[in-house]
């Protein structure tokens, strides 16, 4: 299959990217590199490029002609839109960048795939629209209307457009509800990448909400899996899940939490860190922060009964893999 990719260069998508290069199959990708880390991303990017089978074009999602372009030259089975201005806590500080990202970018994205139209859409969205809705364990069918940062705001209105666009003009889409994914490669604003460079660097560690927030952590490759997985499985009309039949969905749309659904406080994390460095980190204990919501914990049955997969990469474990590709990396 030839597969576009919005986002490249960054995290996940590079992760994804790689998998599916060595499935055999070509990737078109694209990114801005306005990400929390460009040099990062543009080494990540490097490593794609040494696959004849991918290819590449630095664009940004606001430029809708040029993103055309390249979808309309790139003719893909399967569209992955994981671009995004991502992170809940930076949200407010520059909220105009996430609307033009995750919203009019995605509208663009929308718009370009309205005319290429692709077997199948996936678009990356976040535990985060859940907010402050209802109890964790978090269902696809729980409601979505009362997000606590505004990238949970962007990323809730991407997936809405995404249906409209699905109803109207037939395009079949999954959005993918991710969940705090980690591992190497990743990303430099996120708590355990910060966690390890400091307490390497000998600095003490803050912990919002005294360390007792709880998150729903899913190692990189796990959220692989479920992606590849996810890719063949095309959304027909009125096939979203069971739960939600009462809403008489019509349109060939789904979303899916993708997690572990094994939730650890973030002292337990942190308690994995230390037992991967060999070291006892200092930490500041302070309050919870502008747009953090206290509990993440994904019902992932939906994303067992269409794809077979349980995410279970302990967290350990994957702490363990982050440390040691960070120690090679950075040499430290
Ligand atoms: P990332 O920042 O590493 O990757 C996003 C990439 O998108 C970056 O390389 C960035 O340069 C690119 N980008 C941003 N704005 C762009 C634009 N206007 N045009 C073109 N490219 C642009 O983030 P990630 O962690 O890999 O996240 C990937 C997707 O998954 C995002 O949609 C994010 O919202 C979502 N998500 C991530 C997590 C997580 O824990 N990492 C959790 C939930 C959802």
Known sequence: MKIAITGAAGFIAFHVARALLADGHAVSG???????????????????????????????????????DWLTRTAPDVVLHLA???????????????????????????EACRVVAPAHLLIASSSSVYGANELPPSAETDRTDFPVSFY????????SMSHAYSHAFDIPT????????????????MALFTFVRL??????????????????????ADVVDAVLALI???????????????LSPVAPWRTVNVAGSQPVLVTELVSAV???????????????????????HADVGL????????????????????????RAHYRV
């Open 84 to 110: 995004a201005e991502a992170g809940a806590r930076t949200s407010f500080a520059d909220p105009g960048a996430y609307v033009r990202a995750n919203m009019i970018g995605t509208l663009h994205l929308l």
């Open 174 to 189: 999954t959005c993918l509800r991710l969940f705090t994914v980690y591992g190497p490669w990743g990303r430099p604003d």
């Open 232 to 246: 063949p499985l095309t959304p027909a009309p009125g096939q979203a899940h069971p739960a939600s039949d009462s």
């Open 30 to 68: 694209m990114d801005s590199f306005t990400g929390h880390d460009p040099d990062l991303a543009r080494q990540r990017l490097a490593l794609l490029l040494e696959h004849p089978e991918f290819e590449f074009v630095q664009l940004d999602l606001s430029e809708a002609a040029d993103l055309q």
């Open 152 to 159: 949970a705001a962007t990323k809730s209105s991407a997936e």
């Open 303 to 326: 994303l067992t009964a269409l794809t077979g997969l349980k995410l279970q990469t302990p967290v350990g474990e994957g702490v363990a893999a982050f440390v040691e590709w960070h």
């Open 274 to 296: 230390e037992a991967s460095l060999g070291t006892v980190a200092e930490k500041v204990l302070l309050p919870r922060q502008q747009g953090d919501v206290v509990d993440t």
């Open 199 to 220: 307490i390497l660097e000998g600095e003490p560690i803050e912990l919002y909400g005294d360390g007792q927030l709880m998150r729903d952590f899913t190692y990189v």
